[in-house]
């Protein structure tokens, strides 16, 4: 069965230091994995994914994301954090067998210091 | 249409009456989801119908929930006999539906029963 973990439920940064947040799947299959971002107020925005192609995938906003296997992680950074990077973000995992339904972390909410 | 439609976008109602919130997907996704969103809160899985196969109503809390899905197309989610607790927003996503898909959400539908 696919899960997904998100190791931190809140992270602060100081803006332009690195933002690391972390996500932990578990999929019988290769998964499809997936980063949204949701600001306050605001519906629900794919910032990237991940579908078995490059294990290095970079998205909107200048966030990135590495895919790795052996560690069956699919952390989400940045290298410089913004004021505007201020939101919640959700790990999503694909179901690979014929239901492909999307299984969703707990969310990490990225707070930003000045 | 261009995008997930939701419609009322909100509604006030009041404790122990019935409720029928829409959801307009993107024309020619099969897979259709609600969610909710309590303030502050991740996502909490309801429901989800992916083309002809019987839809996946583990997330659904009480019997006072349900949900259709007309001609593939649009759904609608009932709550009947509101509570207090129901208050959350409630989320439509559509995806094509096939594996590595992401899904597309719509602006969601606030509920406050008073």
């Known amino acids: 069965a696919q899960s997904v973990t998100q190791l931190d439920s809140h992270v602060s940064v100081s803006e332009g230091t690195p933002v690391l947040l972390r996500c932990n799947y578990s999929?019988?299959?290769?998964?499809?994995l997936f980063w949204y971002v949701q600001h306050p107020n605001k519906g629900l925005q794919l910032l990237l994914k991940y579908t078995s192609a490059a294990t290095l995938v970079k998205g909107i906003n200048g966030f990135e994301a590495e895919f790795k296997k052996s560690e069956t992680s699919f952390h989400l950074t940045k290298p410089s954090a913004h004021m505007s990077d201020a939101a919640e973000y959700f790990c999503?995992?694909?179901?690979?067998?014929?239901?492909?339904?999307?299984?969703w972390g707990a969310g990490t909410k990225l707070i930003i210091k000045p | 249409g261009a995008g997930v439609s939701q419609s009322p976008s909100n509604k006030v109602t009041e404790k122990g009456k019935d409720v029928e919130l829409r959801c307009d997907p993107i024309?020619?996704?099969?897979?259709l989801y609600w969610y909710r969103q309590s303030l502050g809160q991740g996502l909490e899985f309801l429901i989800y119908?992916?083309?002809?196969?019987?839809?996946?109503k583990s997330g659904l809390p009480s019997d006072r929930f349900s949900a259709e899905r007309t001609g593939g197309s649009v759904s609608t989610l009932t709550i009947q006999r509101t509570q207090q607790e129901d208050s959350a927003v409630y989320l439509c996503a559509s995806s094509i539906g096939r594996g590595g898909t992401e899904a597309f959400f719509g602006q969601g539908t606030r509920l406050t029963v008073v």
């Open positions: 119908f992916q083309g002809n196969s019987a839809p996946d």
């Open positions: 024309s020619g996704h099969t897979a």
């Open positions: 999929s019988s299959y290769s998964p499809s």
């Open positions: 999503v995992v694909s179901r690979m067998d014929s239901n492909y339904q999307l299984i």
